[in-house]
């Protein structure tokens, strides 16, 4: 394994780091956590030498105000001298803070969830438009410096999905040590994108990348098209060797996370970390990855990563799913194959769970991380599909 920097932290982690949202669950239920299987790919990822692991309160759970399964389910896997071999990154529900005091209920509550008595990599969860301000006013400069101060965390943070504008207000309004931001080659110019990276770095903030497949959408299935591109390239690399090489490909960029849910991944991901180095990328790579985001741009249609987060919508809608089989026709269907996706559509999505359902409370576009007009969305899901 490979190790980088992590800015002003000083610390040494990872190029590949773990990503707890998206672990193997059992029955369709995702607090239902595979923990004999998820167990063994967490160990196995770190006897490999990955030494970053990131998870959140909420993650594996029924909805983002309560706890989830991860965070717990994390403390067992780090178990047997597990936990010294490896830096724990969680996150603050930012969403659910009222007060100054919840600020502290939730960070002892996670350490012991946890079961440890300091949280390495510490983040303000998801900073955005709607929850920085608030966050101001309740002083969480002054709880991120005490939590410090008493040894709780080790270094601040924050995660983020809004525009680069704010960005760049949040990373010059505290003196944080690391971000995490959403990055891969579709959307290098989206949220904060390569410019936050580059300005996040500058300022000597570390840099840890989530969603660097896009939620898979770039390692499985690709479109034809975009295969043809890879095809034509000197070097043969599988998709998602392509997203990660790009990533990577950045000096700025600390730890890529990857949300690994089955041990294939998990061998495939470290073996491309094994050659994780900046300025891996030969101009002609760099043009391939261009040409590639360039069809996914023309075909996408909901820039949906499944991460869960609008669920549970109170009118039962399964919104991912309604977008990923909407995506799937405009990815890879022909108009001669629309029966078969409505047909397919209409098999796998409960009538109970499909677009039609949705009843436009707009509780679901208040903790999208994308900032999807779900409702709108929706309504066009119901309209292409009746």
């Not at 967490?42 to 989830?68: C, E, F, K, L, W």
């Not at 996408?300 to 399964?318: D, E, I, Q």
Request: net charge negative.
């Amino acid at each position: 394994m490979l190790y980088r920097d992590f800015g002003k932290t000083k610390e040494k982690v990872s190029a590949l780091g773990f990503g707890c949202m998206r672990l193997p669950i059992k029955n369709d239920n995702p607090t239902d956590i595979d923990e004999e299987n998820a167990m063994k790919m967490i160990r196995h990822a770190i006897d490999q030498g990955v030494n970053y692991i990131d998870t959140a309160y909420p993650y594996h759970g029924h909805s983002m105000d309560q706890g989830g399964a991860s965070e717990p389910f994390l403390a067992r896997a780090l178990k047997d001298g597990y936990r010294e071999k490896v830096k724990i990154a969680t996150k603050l529900p930012s969403w659910a803070v009222e007060t100054r005091e919840d600020m502290d209920k939730f960070l002892n509550e996670q350490l012991k969830r946890l079961e440890t008595d300091c949280i390495d990599f510490y983040m303000m969860h998801g900073i955005s438009k709607n929850n920085g301000e608030n966050l101001k006013e309740l002083g969480f400069r002054e709880f991120l410096d005490e939590s410090i101060a008493d040894g709780r965390i080790k270094h601040a943070g924050f995660s983020f999905h809004d525009r680069i504008e704010l960005f760049k207000d949040v990373v010059d309004h505290y003196g944080w040590s690391f971000c995490t931001i959403q990055l891969n080659y579709v959307d290098d110019e989206y949220q904060a994108g390569k410019e936050g990276m580059e300005y996040a770095s500058a300022k000597g903030l570390g840099v840890a990348v989530m969603e660097p497949l896009k939620g898979g959408k770039l390692a499985i299935n690709i479109p034809a098209e975009v295969q043809v591109v890879f095809n034509g390239a000197e070097t043969k690399m599988s998709p998602a060797e392509w997203a990660f090489r790009w990533l990577w490909n950045h000096p700025e960029v600390s730890v890529v996370l990857s949300g690994m849910n089955t041990p294939e991944q998990v061998e495939e991901n470290i073996k491309i970390a094994q050659e994780a180095h900046p300025h891996m990328l030969t101009d002609h790579e760099l043009n391939i990855t261009k040409q590639a985001k360039s069809i996914f741009e023309k075909k996408v249609k909901t820039n949906c990563t499944n991460c869960g987060y609008c669920l549970p919508c109170p009118s039962g809608v399964n919104i991912p799913e309604n977008f990923a089989k909407y995506n799937d026709y405009f990815l890879f269907g022909t108009p001669e194959m629309k029966d078969f996706y409505k047909f397919n559509y209409y098999s796998f999505v409960p009538e109970d769970e499909q677009a039609a359902v949705c009843s436009a409370c707009g509780v679901c576009e208040e903790h999208c991380p994308q900032n999807i007009n779900i409702i709108q969305e929706l309504k066009e899901v119901k309209e292409f599909f009746e």
